[in-house]
């Protein structure tokens, strides 16, 4: 085939897109947990688009939505190996294998999605101080979905006592699992992927996650009552493995940063828009919203009182002290 044959064919080989494009240096294959209708996944193609433009395509972004490479503490672990490269992770998913991320989930710590913005981003150095030793992975950036609420089959929660006897799924780490003994249940520590067949099945009444989980998990097919319980905010990182950050020129690095921090900036306003949206369409959909518990300083007093003893949980008691005086500042 002579020179100008092979080029018509290339030409129209690449145009049916059977050619692949020119191969980038690195590839990052970004793992979540979430499905395609839920903010993380959003502010996850906001950083493929980020990430490919700052570092003109040298490095390709390849999301992995909805656990397809294995439960979001999994793939923490393949991170930590290096055998997968990045992750989007709910912070109380990733806790137990980096505990220094559990500052931002002692509850009732924060009263508003601003002030964790501040406190997360005031955060993120010093934790990339941490977690490379730790973990064996490192932050771009920190996203955020809004206040957990939590969902039932049963009954409208409106105090304490209407929470007796509920069966709860929580994410799997102690805080979680100890808040809910605080306020008297037997919580069921559970992965992810598995809370829907679970709530479908009626192996749980309930489970606590943002209003917008609600939406694109379908959880309103399966719940009828929310409360705002306002513990804790859906903090999320994207995390990347050290083992493939350090492998990375430096300006590579600089725009994975750069591309994580303005991802975050993006998914925060997605998020806020789509939860108010929420709200809405869970009422039309006929779920019962409660709005926050009339006996929350019950609550708020329980779980409080539980933070000393969350010292060993999420990094020792000496960067808890220092964390709390970064987040302090960063929100005063
Ligand atoms: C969880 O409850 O495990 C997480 O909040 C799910 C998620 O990452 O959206």
Same mark, same amino acid.
């Given at each position: 085939?002579?020179?100008?044959?092979?080029?018509?064919? @290339?030409?129209? !080989?690449?145009?049916?897109? $059977?050619?692949?494009?020119?191969?980038?240096?690195?590839?990052?294959?970004?793992?979540?947990?979430?499905?395609?209708?839920? %903010?993380?996944?959003?502010?996850?193609?906001?950083?493929?688009?980020?990430?490919?433009?700052?570092?003109?395509?040298?490095?390709?972004?390849?999301?992995?939505?909805?656990?397809? &490479?294995?439960?979001?503490? =999994?793939?923490?672990?393949?991170?930590?190996?290096?055998?997968?490269?990045?992750? +989007? /992770?709910?912070?109380?998913?990733?806790?137990?294998?980096?505990?220094?991320?559990?500052?931002?989930?002692? %509850?009732?710590?924060?009263?508003? *999605?601003?002030? @964790?913005?501040?406190?997360?981003?005031? !955060? #993120?150095?010093? &934790?990339?101080?941490?977690?490379?030793?730790?973990?064996?992975?490192?932050?771009?950036?920190?996203?955020?979905?809004?206040?957990?609420? &939590?969902?039932?089959?049963?009954?409208?929660?409106?105090?304490?006592?209407?929470?007796?006897? &509920? #069966?709860?799924?929580?994410?799997?780490?102690?805080?979680?699992?100890?808040?809910?003994?605080?306020?008297?249940?037997?919580?069921?520590?559970?992965?992810?992927?598995?809370?829907?067949?679970?709530?479908?099945?009626?192996?749980?009444?309930?489970?606590?996650?943002?209003?917008? *989980?609600?939406?694109?998990?379908?959880?309103? =097919?399966?719940? #009828?009552?929310?409360?705002?319980?306002?513990? /804790?905010?859906?903090?999320?990182?994207? +995390?990347?493995?050290?083992?493939?950050?350090?492998? /990375?020129?430096?300006?590579?690095?600089? @725009?994975?940063?750069?591309?994580?921090?303005?991802?975050? /900036?993006?998914?925060?306003?997605?998020?806020?828009?789509?939860?108010?949206?929420?709200?809405? =369409?869970?009422?039309?959909?006929?779920?019962?919203?409660?709005? @926050?518990? =009339?006996?929350?300083?019950?609550?708020?007093?329980?779980? #409080?009182?539980?933070?000393?003893?969350?010292?060993?949980?999420?990094?020792?008691?000496?960067?808890?002290?220092?964390?709390?005086?970064?987040?302090?500042?960063? +929100? $005063?």
């Amino acid at each position: 085939m002579n020179i100008l044959k092979t080029a018509i064919a @290339a030409a129209a !080989l690449s145009a049916l897109g $059977a050619l692949p494009t020119l191969a980038a240096d690195y590839t990052l294959r970004l793992s979540h947990g979430d499905n395609e209708n839920n %903010p993380t996944h959003m502010g996850a193609v906001k950083f493929k688009e980020l990430v490919e433009e700052y570092t003109d395509g040298r490095i390709e972004v390849q999301i992995f939505p909805s656990n397809q &490479l294995g439960s979001e503490q =999994e793939v923490a672990q393949a991170l930590r190996m290096g055998s997968i490269e990045g992750e +989007i /992770l709910y912070t109380g998913n990733l806790v137990p294998l980096a505990p220094s991320v559990g500052v931002m989930m002692l %509850p009732y710590a924060f009263t508003s *999605t601003e002030e @964790a913005h501040a406190a997360m981003d005031a !955060l #993120k150095g010093p &934790l990339n101080e941490r977690l490379p030793k730790e973990a064996g992975v490192r932050v771009l950036g920190y996203f955020e979905k809004g206040f957990r609420v &939590l969902t039932n089959s049963e009954r409208e929660v409106k105090t304490l006592d209407d929470l007796q006897g &509920l #069966k709860i799924r929580v994410s799997k780490n102690n805080i979680a699992i100890k808040t809910f003994q605080s306020w008297g249940l037997d919580p069921i520590p559970m992965a992810w992927a598995e809370v829907f067949p679970a709530l479908q099945q009626g192996v749980i009444d309930g489970q606590e996650n943002p209003y917008t *989980t609600a939406i694109s998990s379908k959880f309103f =097919e399966v719940q #009828k009552y929310i409360t705002e319980i306002h513990y /804790l905010i859906w903090s999320g990182p994207i +995390i990347v493995s050290e083992r493939f950050y350090q492998g /990375l020129p430096e300006d590579l690095q600089e @725009a994975l940063n750069r591309a994580g921090e303005e991802a975050a /900036l993006h998914e925060r306003q997605v998020s806020a828009e789509e939860t108010a949206a929420a709200k809405e =369409e869970l009422v039309e959909l006929g779920m019962v919203l409660s709005g @926050a518990p =009339e006996d929350e300083a019950k609550w708020q007093e329980a779980a #409080k009182a539980l933070w000393p003893s969350f010292a060993d949980d999420i990094g020792g008691a000496e960067w808890v002290e220092q964390a709390s005086k970064i987040m302090e500042e960063a +929100i $005063a």
